[in-house]
């Protein structure tokens, strides 16, 4: 039996910290299942550790999309 394709991975995923304590994006990013979010951090002068405290996290089920039957894929001549 075939096995289920992988989660694609969000290696593009980012939340940009700035030295001022706000980040972008100001909403969070979406990940799938197995997928990663990369921390580019900007420390203020004199300063050397980041501590992220997590505020809401929410989990949801994305619907697939539903094949409507109007499209035709012709094959051969």
Not at 12 to 25: E, F, S, V
């Amino acid at each position: 039996m075939a096995q289920p394709a992988p989660a694609p991975m969000d290696s593009q995923k980012q939340i940009t910290i700035n030295a001022d304590g706000t980040y972008d994006p100001a909403g969070g990013v979406t990940i799938n299942p197995g997928g990663e979010v990369k921390f580019n951090v900007t420390y203020p002068t004199g300063t050397d550790t980041c501590t992220i405290t997590f505020g809401t996290i929410t989990f949801s089920t994305s619907e697939e999309p539903t094949d409507t039957g109007g499209n035709t894929i012709k094959v051969g001549s």
